[in-house]
T-cell receptor, first 115, second 114 residues
């Protein structure tokens, strides 16, 4: 069983506030990912990282930023939250496997509501 | 364009009954296909994974099939239980990138009634 944690699980915040969503994994995985998911819709990749000091933007444009200073930690930050940022944010991690994409293990998600 | 389509969008069945969920994909080059179960308010959890050469894979009451020629997969749930109520997501991975890009379907929302 993978161990990947996200905090907070739920967050209700006012427009204009700065927020950071935390994601930590204890499996030593090199690759980490952030997805955004709206109800009834597919997951969209917004950020990913191959390892420490590596961050890339995903398929879906996002105003959020990420950092990867430590292997186990991949926080996501919104400098100024807006109602359009209301969504579920899922963090995942996977091993770096030669010639094959490793299985991604997902955290429980953070449900963000911006009022 | 790489896509994953799932049907039905939602399904209601009675406890103890069987059901089959469908997944069609256009992802190329194909690497593998996974079925995930996502409980409400939780992250997805992997049920099965199949590569190009595998036709069927079982995990308890869950049996997945793959037809790589027609690019179709199905997930069969036997003797459904109330705890099977969840969204079932078909996820296809391509071979074309070191990232191992995942393409997600929108999921089938399954509700099992007592």
């Amino acid at each position: 069983e993978a161990d990947i944690c996200q905090t907070p699980r739920y967050l209700v915040i006012g427009t204009g506030k700065k927020i950071t969503l935390e994601c930590s994994q204890t499996m030593g995985h090199d690759k980490m990912y952030w997805y955004q998911q709206d109800p009834g819709m597919e997951l969209h990749l917004i950020h990913y990282s191959y390892g420490v000091n590596s961050t890339e933007k995903g398929d879906l444009s996002s105003e959020s930023t990420v950092s990867r200073i430590r292997t186990e930690h991949f926080p996501l930050t919104l400098e100024s939250a807006r109602p359009s940022h209301t969504s579920q944010y899922l963090c995942a991690s996977s091993e770096r496997l030669a010639g094959s994409p490793g299985e991604q293990y997902f955290g429980p998600g953070t449900r963000l509501t911006v009022t | 364009k790489n896509q994953v389509e799932q049907s039905p969008q939602s399904l209601i069945i009675l406890e103890g009954k069987n059901c089959t969920l469908q997944c069609n994909y256009t992802v190329s080059p194909f690497s593998n296909l996974r079925w995930y179960k996502q409980d409400t308010g939780r992250g997805p959890v992997s049920l099965t994974i199949m590569t190009f050469s595998e036709n069927t894979k079982s995990n308890g009451r869950y049996t997945a099939t793959l037809d790589a020629d027609t690019k179709q997969s199905s997930l069969h749930i036997t003797a459904s239980q109330l705890s099977d109520s969840a969204s079932y997501i078909c996820v296809v991975s391509d071979r074309g990138s070191t990232l191992g890009r995942l393409y997600f379907g929108r999921g089938t929302q399954l509700t099992v009634w007592p």
